[in-house]
Structure formats: structure tokens, C-alpha cells
């Protein structure tokens, strides 16, 4: 059984850089037929991709243009587990963030989700 | 981009009754090389995160109860609730994963009339 846990702070100042993580237990952020993924809900409950990475002979990312510009996702092989790493932070961030497994041969598996507030 | 429509943005349905939302993609979303169509349905309950109902358009997740269908090809996607229940309140989203970005449909409410 696949589980995702996630960790992070719930409050971030405007202008900081928020990161989360999410640890992986029953695959490998290595695995050859997944994709790591990063998903928010705002307040007004849209679901927004964020991002992804995953690992098919070389490590590659995939960003949603409205936030290329300030985030990052990070695979991290010796912990088994991603991270999250979105800078310049605005009030707009504020969300519920989710971790998520997506691959095709498979149903997807998501975290429990972090609410994350932007505010001074 | 992948386009997701869903329809409509709520609905009503006395119990036991039948429930069908739909879902239109702009784009095909099935892999020819395989004949899967890379949609899932999700069910969210406030607090909670989406719970996987149905993937590869028409699969059930394990667990799910078998009044939830999924039915659809290419570009246009349902799902049923055969006989709708109280603890089926809850917002229905699809979701593609056929192509980056991914993209979810704007979600349809489910009540009891």
C-alpha cells in the first residue's frame, strides 16, 4: 500500500518561500512508472496542478506556467521522499497543498493535504 | 492546455435515485497504444482530501462502492451513481492525466433533494 505523508509549516510571511514535504512509503520516488506531483485547493475549492517531477533513466520537471517563475520541486533518493519549494510568496498561495502519485499502469494515491496560510 | 468541463455545478437527487455528472475534455485524452483513457474521478467531503473513485475512465478503485460507474471515451466522460445515498453528499471532480499540465474539472455539488 502506497501512503504519502506530508510535513510543512502552515503559516508563511508574503515574500518568504513556502516548503513542504512529502515522504513516500510503499514506492520509490525513483520508480520508472510514477510522477510526483504537487496540487493546491484554494479557499474557493479549484484544484490547481503545480508541478512534477519523476525519474525515467534522468530526473524531469514539469512546471504549470503560473508558477514556473518561483517554484521548484525536489526528489530526494536517500530519504524517499519530494519537496516542495515555492518563493515570493502571496496572500493568492494561500491553499490547502497536496502531494500526490500519478502513473498509468495504477490509481492515483494523494497525501492528507497541509493548509498553508500566506500572511504577515 | 486540457480543457476539463464539468456539468453541471450542482445537483439535486432524491435518494435512491439515479446521479450522472459529465465531463468534456478539449482534447482526446485516450492512448491509442493501450485504448486507457487517463481520467479519474475523484469524490471530495468537506475537510477532507479527494478520494479516487474511478480511474482510467471506467475502472473502480478498490473499495469503492459498485453504484459508482464511470463511463466515456475520447472526449466525453460520466459518472453515475446508480442509487444515490446519503453519504454520497460530497463534490465530484474529474481530472486528466493524459498530458502535462494536469488539469481537473471546476467540480459539481451532489444533494439530496
Known amino acids: 500500500q502506497v501512503l504519502l505523508r506530508q510535513s510543512g509549516p502552515g503559516l508563511v510571511k508574503p515574500s518568504q518561500t513556502l516548503s513542504l514535504t512529502c515522504a513516500i512509503s510503499g514506492d520509490s520516488v525513483s520508480s520508472d512508472f510514477a510522477a510526483w506531483n504537487w496540487i493546491r485547493q484554494s479557499p474557493s475549492g479549484g484544484l490547481e496542478w503545480l508541478g512534477r517531477t519523476y525519474y525515467r533513466s534522468k530526473w524531469s520537471y514539469d512546471y504549470a506556467v503560473s508558477v514556473k517563475s518561483r517554484i521548484t520541486i525536489s526528489p530526494d533518493t536517500s530519504k524517499n521522499q519530494f519537496s516542495l519549494h515555492l518563493n515570493s510568496v502571496t496572500p493568492e498561495d494561500t491553499a490547502v497543498y497536496y502531494c500526490?502519485?500519478?502513473?498509468?499502469?495504477?490509481?492515483?494515491?494523494w497525501g492528507q493535504g497541509t493548509m498553508v496560510t500566506v500572511s504577515s | 492546455d486540457i480543457v476539463m468541463t464539468q456539468s453541471p455545478d450542482s445537483l439535486a437527487v432524491s435518494l435512491g435515485e439515479r446521479a450522472t455528472i459529465s465531463c468534456k475534455s478539449s482534447l482526446s485524452i485516450l492512448d491509442i497504444s493501450n485504448n486507457k483513457n487517463y481520467l479519474t474521478w475523484y469524490q471530495q467531503k468537506p475537510g477532507q482530501p479527494p478520494k479516487v473513485l474511478i480511474y482510467w475512465a471506467s475502472t473502480r478503485e478498490s473499495g469503492v462502492p459498485d453504484r459508482f460507474s464511470g463511463s466515456g471515451s475520447g472526449t466525453d466522460f460520466a459518472l453515475t451513481i446508480s442509487s444515490l445515498q446519503t453519504e454520497d453528499v460530497a463534490v465530484y471532480y474529474c481530472q486528466q492525466y493524459y498530458s502535462p499540465p494536469l488539469t481537473f474539472g471546476g467540480g459539481t455539488k451532489v444533494e439530496i433533494k
Open positions: 500526490a502519485r500519478v502513473a498509468f499502469r495504477v490509481s492515483p494515491v
